[in-house]
């Protein structure tokens, strides 16, 4: 279904490689989930207290603006991982095509999952008007599993109507937030799951060092050893899912390795994966990814989710799920 949001999108899509879903399962429940201008922090066990955020397109937000009734059935969720990212998150999210999306019909909330940052990133990205999810622990893979077992199951504290996209990309100014319309786009077209591969689009020179490009070619050839998919960047770090098929996920990664764990939990529930070329351009700050320690935590991760797979292929998909993605397709 062509959405017209991508407009003035050079398509540069290879064909799409996908693996078609025969399975559904609830994990979650499907919640509504909002917010307006707060900050949550994670209880110890990781759970959140949400104080929730301006939906930054929504019609009953300050600065929002009305769509038509028509179009105001979708909501989409844009996680952006932050450890220190002060100089980079603001950028990022002002990039966000709010406008677009809006007139697309999409309200957009934007959540910031900071990994206890020591700098101004929490400020930065409230005079935004973006959310903040304070994680607790370490670990990028700790910080948005706690924030999207948050959002997807808290159904009192959260007031979103109707099915969401979540959206998650680096907060470093890496990831291209104007292709989030094209990753929508594919996902309203009946993909489950849509990874941005930067080795099929464009790399600034210097954005990835000769290592790290090595390092996910090596990795990602195991990935497609293991599990079969044709998948180009494992590591990559702009992802988009359809809110049902997230619920049924099964994520365990507290680091680096969350990607991996997000790749292998799509295979395992067949869901319909494509990934889409992005343009990857240099970092704004420092790196903290540790290359060597990563790239075998990485690779670890993916043996173990191979090793431990369950076929959940075959399970029916619940009702419940089918009006989540009904709605969703409108
Ligand atoms: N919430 C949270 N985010 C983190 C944590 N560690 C890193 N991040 C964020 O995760 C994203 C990816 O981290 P990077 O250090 O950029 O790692 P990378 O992109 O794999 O490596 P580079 O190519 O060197 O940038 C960035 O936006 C980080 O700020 C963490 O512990 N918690
Ligand atoms: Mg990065």
Not at 109 to 128: F, H, P
Not at 241 to 252: I, K
């Amino acid at each position: 279904m062509a959405l017209g949001i991508t407009k003035g999108v050079k398509d540069r899509r290879p064909k799409a490689t996908s693996v078609r879903a025969r399975v559904r399962r609830t994990l979650f429940e499907h919640v509504p989930m909002t917010g307006s201008g707060a900050t949550i922090r994670a209880g110890p066990d990781g759970g959140g207290i949400f104080g929730g955020s301006l939906p930054l397109s929504n019609e009953s937000g300050p600065g929002g603006h009305s769509a038509p009734q028509a179009l105001r059935a979708r909501n989409i969720v844009v996680l952006l991982p932050a450890l220190n990212e002060e100089r980079a998150v603001g950028a990022v999210i002002e990039r966000i095509p709010m406008e677009d999306l809006r007139r697309s019909g999409y309200n957009t909330y934007v959540w910031v999952v900071d990994g206890q940052s020591v700098d101004a990133t929490l400020e930065v990205a409230k005079d935004r008007g973006a959310s903040v999810y304070v994680q607790s622990g370490e670990g990028k893979g700790n910080g948005v599993r706690q924030a999207l077992d948050l959002l997807m199951s808290d159904r009192n504290r959260q007031h979103i109507e109707g099915p969401k996209i979540y959206v998650m990309l680096d907060a470093d100014g890496t990831y291209p937030p104007e292709q989030i319309p094209e990753f929508v786009e594919a996902l309203e077209s009946g993909c489950d799951v849509v990874a941005g591969s930067r080795l099929r689009g464009r790399v600034e020179d210097g954005a990835l060092t000769s290592l790290n490009r090595l390092g996910n070619q090596v990795l990602s050839g195991f990935a497609r050893f293991l599990f079969g998919f044709p998948i180009s960047d494992v590591c990559t770090g702009m992802w988009a899912f359809r809110e049902d098929a997230l619920q049924r996920f099964r994520l365990d990664a507290e680091s680096f390795d969350l990607e991996a764990d997000l790749f292998a939990s799509a295979c395992e529930t067949g869901a319909h994966l494509t990934e889409l070329p992005v343009d990857y351009a240099c970092r704004i700050g420092k790196a903290k990814l540790v290359p060597i320690r990563t790239g075998i935590l990485i690779a670890w991760r993916l043996l173990m989710r191979r090793l431990n797979q369950r076929d959940m292929r075959d399970l029916q998909r619940p009702s419940a799920m089918s009006q989540v993605g009904r709605a969703a397709e409108q």
